[in-house]
């Protein structure tokens, strides 16, 4: 079976499709995240030039990063690298059984693209549980 998910960016935005179709498909919805992040690009040029420039702005998915956190590395959903994908205008291509790693282009931070969703509940856990006053 492939595991890599493909689509040009030259093909129209899909219409139609029910909402099992869109989620439950053999692309886990990362073609309807890419298809969102190019319908936000026609509305937010600022973010699009953000996502161009290989920063990695807050979207709906975890994997952005807001301000200067005091981590070095933190993992990211394959939805967001979609969007960001889609955002900047890009081919969706994305290995849904592999990690990618993007360095934040603004913050320095390495974001570890993952489809294991349990390593993103590992950082949210981290961030919680981390003493505000520590260095």
């Excluded at 937010?44 to 981590?71: F, Y």
Aim: net charge neutral; aromatic share 6%.
């Amino acid at each position: 079976m492939d595991t890599v998910i493909r689509r040009s960016a030259s093909e129209p935005l899909r219409s139609g499709l029910a909402w099992e179709e869109i989620w439950r498909g053999k692309d886990c919805g990362l073609i309807q995240c890419w298809e969102n992040g190019r319908t936000s690009a026609a509305r937010n040029p600022e973010l699009v030039a953000a996502a161009r420039r290989g920063e990695l702005p807050t979207l709906d998915w975890k994997g952005g990063i807001t301000g200067q956190p005091k981590m070095k590395r933190k993992h990211g959903s394959l939805a967001y690298l979609a969007t960001w994908q889609g955002l900047r205008g890009e081919d969706l291509h994305i290995d849904i059984s592999a990690e990618v790693s993007v360095v934040c282009a603004r913050t320095g931070i390495k974001v570890v693209f993952t489809p294991d969703l349990s390593k993103l509940d590992v950082d949210a856990s981290e961030e919680g549980s981390k003493d505000p006053s520590s260095p």
